[in-house]
Every structure is written in C-alpha cells, then in structure tokens.
C-alpha cells in the first residue's frame, strides 16, 4: 500500500493510506494526514513512523532501491519528518513536477516486522522464497496465500484492508485472486480463449482487434483504460548510420 495511488481512467491521484494532502503556495513542501485505524495484515497499526522505515529503506546506501534515484534532487533526499503518528511532512529544495508520483511509489513496509533487518544489514534476505507466506507482513489490499515457483502465485484478502464501496461494504469482494505464470502473452492469451482464466491484461497490439471483435461470442467484456505510465519494452537503436 501507498499513501496514493493514481487512477487510470480519470488521470488523477487518489488518496489510499493517506486520506488527504496538501502542499504548500511555494510548492516546496507537502503534508499528508494518514487515515485513523489502518492496519497491516497482521492488526499492527500503521502509522507515521512506518513511512519514515519506508523512506529508511529507500534511501538505504547498500540496498539503493530503484525508486533512490527518484527521491533525490540536486543529489539530496526528501527531507522527510513525523510531526505526530498520523502526519507526514517531505520538504524538497525545488519544485518538482513528480512529487506525487514519487510518493505514491513508496510502499509502505512494517518496522516492527522488518526493523531489525534493515538496521542488522540483512534486510534483502529477510523476505524469500521460502518464507512461509502467512509471516509475510503487507500494507495492501493482498497478502500471499501460496507461491508454486513457475506455476502460480496465490493471493488471499487482506482482512484489516480500510476501503469499503458506496454501501460500506468493506472491500475487497474476492477472497482470492490466482496469478498463472505463462511462458509468454501468447501462452496466456491461448488461456484466456479456453476460459482457463478469468482475466487477462496488457494484450498485445496485434491480438486486439481479435478480442475487440470476439467479445459477444466469448461473454467477455474488452476495456481500454488509455495510455499506461509503465514501459515494458525498452527497444535501443544499434543501427549506426547515420
């Protein structure tokens, strides 16, 4: 989980963990009130001082996150403060366009879980696979029920996750979620026409007029969300003529 997150469809950033924020007339300086009663999957509340850990781990010289890079500028980081357990405060030297996307990259980690790790060094071996899922500690909306190497990875609802919908139902309305692992997208779109599987995202641009067009006779519905910020495919030119 994040203090934000943004939303595809309408373009815009949404509150998560955090249920506001503001930032200052000069833009140098943004405040996040974090929601009452959050919890990770284990009870533990969330609180302030679990985003100062988070930011810890970012800015962690050893383990150097790729997320680092983008939480510094003019090669400083954030200055990031806890005025109480439900305020966080991040001061940059200079306007930066980004901050909220940034924010929103940060995961929220558990100290009182991963605390000792991270100040004894062992911090990038404290999680593995053979961790037994039910000690791995999550801020989101999931946690892991099973994990098959190559096979499939098994998620199950985190039961103390804060959102509701409309109805104050609280969410989310599976109990479970099944991530196949497929050699490839062809694999998975081959699954998908035997209705082996449920859901299918990221198809490729060649298949979809294919699934545009087979809609009615497959009871599927094809959504288009609009331009992604992910790349996935990285193509460098080797041609060297120029």
């Not at 373009?11 to 405040?31: E, F, I, N, Q």
């Amino acid at each position: 989980g994040s203090l934000l997150d943004y939303d595809y469809r309408s373009h815009a950033m949404y509150p998560m963990l955090a249920k506001r924020w503001t930032v200052s007339p000069d833009g140098l300086t943004y405040t996040f009130q974090l929601r009452h009663g959050i919890a990770f999957s284990d009870g533990h509340p969330i609180t302030a001082d679990d985003v100062l850990f988070s930011c810890e781990i970012y800015y962690d010289p050893v383990l150097h996150p790729s997320m680092q890079d983008l939480m510094m500028l003019d090669g400083r980081p954030f200055e990031v403060s806890a005025p109480d357990s439900y305020t966080v405060v991040f001061k940059i030297p200079h306007v930066y366009r980004l901050m909220l996307s940034v924010v929103s990259g940060i995961r929220i980690m558990p100290r009182h879980i991963l605390g000792p790790a991270l100040l004894n060094g062992t911090y990038a071996s404290a999680y593995n696979t053979s961790t037994p899922p039910e000690s791995l500690v999550t801020s989101g909306a999931w946690r892991l029920e099973q994990f098959v190497q190559e096979d499939r990875t098994v998620l199950t609802r985190n039961p103390w996750w804060f959102r509701v919908d409309a109805k104050g139902q609280r969410l989310l309305y599976l109990d479970q979620l099944v991530f196949l692992i497929t050699p490839d997208q062809n694999a998975a779109a081959l699954k998908f026409s035997a209705g082996e599987i449920d859901g299918l995202d990221n198809v490729k641009n060649e298949d979809y007029k294919q699934f545009e067009a087979g809609q009615a006779k497959g009871n599927y519905t094809l959504y288009d969300v609009g331009p992604s910020l992910n790349t996935h495919i990285v193509w460098f030119n080797l041609n060297t003529v120029k």
